[in-house]
């Protein structure tokens, strides 16, 4: 299986991003799908997680209800848009699959919050 995430950047406090994963490799329908950021020096932890039946989703409590993570089954295609972000959103964002028995991660795609 193959990740390829896209759509990080430098934007300014307060700003707009969406991410964008795209999977190859693996059935993209039957497969739960996780946002992660890692800054140095910390440990990679888990910003979104959306489940492949019904689709459910959960969010780190430092991103309630600013970014939201969604999923085109059509296009293979895994989002994240993040709303109203703060410097403390800097990082790098992974996507991150799992379908049964596998787990994949894409390269990375680097975000920066800064005024």
């Known amino acids: 299986g193959q990740l390829v995430e896209s759509g990080g950047g430098s934007v300014q406090p307060g700003d707009s991003l969406r991410l964008s994963c795209v999977a190859a490799?693996?059935?993209?329908?039957?497969?739960?799908f996780s946002w992660y950021r890692q800054t140095p020096g910390k440990e990679r932890e888990s910003v979104a997680t959306?489940?492949?039946?019904?689709?459910?989703?959960d969010y780190a409590d430092s991103v309630k209800g600013r970014f939201t993570i969604s999923r085109d089954n059509a296009k293979n295609t895994l989002y994240l848009q993040m709303n109203s972000l703060k410097p403390e959103d800097t990082a790098m964002y992974y996507c991150?699959?799992?379908?049964?028995?596998?787990?994949?991660w894409g390269q990375g795609t680097q975000v920066t919050v800064s005024s």
């Open positions: 959306i489940r492949s039946t019904g689709g459910s989703t």
């Open positions: 991150n699959a799992r379908p049964i028995l596998y787990d994949y």
């Open positions: 490799g693996f059935p993209f329908s039957g497969a739960a």
